[in-house]
């Protein structure tokens, strides 16, 4: 077991951290000459990058869409039901969907998802940019370098 | 996994999150500080860990929030040890269906029980109103989940009983019932005839007090009688 301190100096109030470490610093910009990011960076309105929420249950999609949010600000977040997924992937086209169940239209449309904790189990996975990525146990910074990385595949 | 300890100003309220899901510990410990109000002060994945935190800081806590279904086993155990400490409240925030589980939470000393599917902004104002000292549950609820605990135990303690009246040989017919054959198999497995293998059944039946053989089968598969293949 890991133990690790931590002081109301070493972290900020309005800044979750891990340890002693602030959540991850924003990877360096990195543009992509794939074309299939060329095409999702040209669905992208104004040039945010779009994130939908069709987790389960409510509290984690909620909790985990309001840190991405407050981490993340310029991230546009969208957040469904998720009986609603594949109809809101056709709607919002988003560029990163963090779900329990990937859909077929999921895997065929969006370049970087997250499965996470499917039939509420520990392991999570993810796709990103057609590369999987298995997590025994998925932090809420793996989520955030998701989402960064998702970024430098849309741009 | 780890345990996260943080150190809390003196009116704040002080949270230990106990959660194996670590993505979603971090986004609701993420919520809390976000609020003047509350400081977590400690987080862990596990019964062990967070038996560590309450070891290590015994006077950290004002607050627990605790998921049932943990790795190294069920929270109740340590809902009751939170339970013993007369300055600790529990919050249970579990995704489990099963009603007769919150009821064994409060029955064990929680404060509150929320499912997960609720808003995460109901979770941090249910331990704001824990912490002012208003009740989560009426006193009809409590009522309701303690009658209901008294009950699955009752019928727990009569289904012991009945197990115990089933004689070797009729545990045998069960568990050849639970590989899907039929009464001339079943029969034929064990070496006996048909009609001696309805009257184990029937006499299964009456010990159980079911009243078919998917009953039977239900009833052997839910106490552990019978493996299912």
Known sequence: MMLVSMTAQTGSKHEATRGDTPFLPKSPHKRSKDPAAKAASARRRGGRLRVLMANEPRAYREGIAAVIGQLRPEVEIEIVEPEALDPAIERFSPDMVICSKATEALKSRVRVWVELYPENASLSVASIGGRRVEYAEIQLPDLLSIVDKAEELAD | ?229
């Open chain 2, 1 to 229: 996994m780890a345990v996260i300890e943080n150190h809390a100003g003196e009116h704040s309220t002080r949270i230990l999150l106990v959660e194996d899901h670590a993505s979603f510990r971090q986004a609701l410990a993420f919520m809390f500080e976000r609020e003047q109000e509350f400081v977590v002060t400690g987080q862990a994945g596990s019964l062990a860990e967070a038996r560590a935190f309450m070891r290590k800081v015994p006077d950290g806590v004002d607050v627990a929030v605790v998921d049932l279904a943990l790795p190294d086993g069920d929270g109740y155990e340590l809902i009751e040890e939170l339970a013993s400490r007369p300055d600790v409240m529990t919050l249970v925030l579990s995704a489990s269906l099963e009603p007769a589980r919150f009821a064994r939470a409060v029955e064990a000393g929680a404060s509150g029980v929320l499912h997960k599917s609720a808003a995460i902004g109901e979770v941090v104002e249910a331990v704001r109103r824990l912490k002012s000292g208003e009740a989560l549950l009426s006193p009809a609820e409590v009522i309701e989940m303690l009658r209901m605990v008294s009950r699955k135990r009752q019928e727990e303690y009569e289904a012991q009983r009945a197990i115990a009246k089933l004689t070797p040989r009729e545990r045998q017919v069960l568990q050849a019932l639970g590989e899907g054959l039929d009464s001339k198999d079943i029969a034929e497995k064990l070496h006996i005839t048909v009609e001696t293998e309805r009257t184990h059944m029937v006499n299964i039946l009456g010990k159980l007090d079911v009243h078919s053989r998917l009953q039977a089968l239900v009833f052997a598969a839910r106490h552990g009688l019978v493996e299912i293949r």
